[in-house]
């Protein structure tokens, strides 16, 4: 089957996933001087190249392209490590979510300006190459993937409530997880003595509470900071088979902005 035939049935099987080759990039224009690999491009040129992840490493550990090098975006001294990559002459071609993450662009930009050269953007993102190119993802430590796993944002949104609705869903057959990591929940806890605080990368902890959720039958409620980061819990609960679960819809920021209003 010719990749232009494979485009067009995985934007009919995925219609809520952007498709590289019929979306558009808002960051293009942000950033005019950042170079771009395209889709088919970046599989043209796979073994030539090094592919790094400027997402988190909770993103990165869910699903990632292969081979690719996690360098979050946010970490310290990001371009030293970029410099520091054994490149042999290849350029080096940054990624994040997609279309409309800017991660990508901000990261080619910081190279450039550290003087790295042969630097791009693959502004497409891991949600066109895992549709595309399954067998070159990795999900939850297996590759290839199956590309009908990838959770849309219909899946996604069919398990949102908004602040009033969440709080609302809790009783005592419910249980409330704030995944902030401590530098962001500070003091302020939006369910204080009734929630559990158990960021991302504390991943014992999340297994075992994981465990009691089965046991237990309860429904999970889960908040942010602002609704991006339980998208990538989500992959993780559909794979211990916890079904009775819902996000706070814009996190922490939507419940104070809410009562603002």
């Not at 170079?35 to 550990?61: C, G, P």
């Not at 279309?99 to 497409?124: E, L, Q, W």
């Not at 046991?215 to 980061?229: I, M, P, R």
């Not at 339980?230 to 679960?245: C, F």
Request: with cysteine; charged share 20%.
């Amino acid at each position: 089957m010719n990749r232009y035939l494979l485009l067009v049935l995985a934007s009919l099987c995925f219609p809520t996933q952007l498709i590289a080759q019929s979306g558009d990039y808002p960051g293009r224009s942000v950033y005019p001087k950042v170079k771009v690999y395209e889709t088919e491009q970046l599989q043209q040129a796979f073994d030539q190249v090094i592919v790094v992840d400027v997402r988190s490493n909770y993103e990165y550990e869910t699903l990632h392209i292969n081979n690719a090098i996690n360098i979050p975006l946010n970490s310290k001294g990001f371009t030293k490590k970029v410099a520091a990559l054994e490149t042999d002459g290849k350029p080096i071609v940054f990624y994040c979510n997609g279309h409309t993450c800017y991660k990508s662009y901000k990261a080619t930009t910081r190279a450039m300006n550290a003087g790295i050269p042969n630097v791009f953007s693959y502004d497409s993102g891991i949600f066109d190459w895992a549709t595309i190119y399954p067998e070159k993802a990795t999900m939850l430590g297996h590759t290839p993937i199956n590309a009908d796993r990838l959770i849309s944002k219909a899946k996604l949104k069919e398990h949102l409530l908004d602040p009033a609705q969440f709080s609302a869903k809790i009783n005592d057959k419910t249980v409330i997880l704030d995944i902030r990591e401590p530098a962001q929940r500070g003091l302020i806890e939006l369910y204080p003595y009734r929630q559990e605080n158990i960021s991302l990368n504390q991943k014992k902890k999340l297994v075992k509470l994981f465990s009691n959720i089965l046991e237990s039958g309860k429904t999970l409620l889960v908040y942010d900071e602002a609704g991006k980061q339980v998208r990538w819990l989500q992959y993780y609960l559909e794979a211990k088979g916890i079904s009775n679960y819902y996000f706070m819809a814009g996190g922490v920021k939507q419940y104070f902005k809410d009562i603002r209003s």
